[in-house]
């Protein structure tokens, strides 16, 4: 009970780039929704300092990436050399490491960075969709979905990170082979920036310091139980606040179920002093 937001890391998300400042705050907005204690922004081709529909975000301009304690990089992030540089910046860091979007496609772009991301000490986590996947294995995308298990394995040991396979049954695999099938979702999150919200879920776990497969995982599994039963009519930004209330669900069934109070405990009795 003794904790303030300092017990809940900084989650830094980065990108942003023209006409896409919307993916970065999608991303950022989920990762307050998951529990970051504070969360930063960084807008590479935007001066906002305010989301007025969410205030609780920072707009620094630049983020201090030796401070973060995970990092989401590349929601709408552009492929300037300026976004490219503060990639980089991101891989040679220690923070936990969520890359998306721009981000993934500058892997299968350019080896450099290929080699960077493989050579990463900390928690690395590649989020790619059928078509991402497909660039970074230089693949068709009808190769990746007629055996997606056997090409996330491939993800896997191409980059040397924990790779989230997006689709229905997201495959999450490390490199070592070890993988899982999630079994929560719907065709509700074929929707713009499911994935922006996706990553900005993982990286608030990473923020508060949970083990490496327990961030991915229990991310990946809110994400799609957020929409259980649900066909249409969610956007990206519903995601996060409906994962969050699962997350509180199953929080409070585990408490019932594992730590009931005993009698004495469900009244307390004020004596007159």
């Known amino acids: 009970k003794n904790t303030s937001k300092a017990d809940y890391g900084r989650l830094g998300v980065i990108g942003g780039g023209k006409g896409t400042v919307g993916a970065a705050l999608i991303a950022a907005r989920s990762g307050l929704y998951m529990g970051a204690g504070r969360v930063y922004v960084e807008l590479l081709e935007d001066g906002m300092k305010l989301d007025p529909f969410c205030p609780e975000l920072m707009f620094p301009g630049k983020i201090n990436i030796d401070e973060m304690d995970a990092i989401v990089i590349g929601p709408g992030l552009g492929f300037t050399e300026q976004a490219k540089q503060r990639f980089i910046d991101c891989l040679k860091s220690k923070a936990a490491l969520v890359i998306d979007g721009d981000a993934l496609t500058m892997i299968a772009q350019d080896e450099e960075i290929l080699s960077l991301v493989t050579h990463r000490f900390a928690h690395t986590v590649l989020t790619p969709h059928a078509a991402e996947a497909a660039r970074i294995l230089r693949l068709s995308v009808e190769e990746i979905t007629k055996d997606r298990l056997s090409r996330a394995l491939d993800l896997g040991i191409l980059t040397g990170a924990v790779n989230v396979l997006k689709g229905a049954g997201t495959i999450v695999t490390q490199r070592s082979s070890v993988s899982w099938i999630n079994p929560t979702g719907s065709p509700a999150l074929a929707t713009a920036g499911s994935g922006d ?58 408490q019932r179920h594992f730590h009931p109070l005993k009698e004495e405990e469900k009244t307390i009795e004020w004596e007159d002093s």
């Open 197 to 254: 919200a996706l990553s900005g879920m993982i990286g608030a776990m990473f923020a508060q310091h949970f083990e490496l497969m327990d961030c991915v995982l229990s991310a990946v599994y809110l994400h799609g139980a957020a929409v259980e039963g649900l066909n249409s009519s969610v956007l990206a930004g519903d995601i996060a606040p409906l994962a969050s209330t699962r997350l509180e669900e199953l929080r409070a069934s585990y």
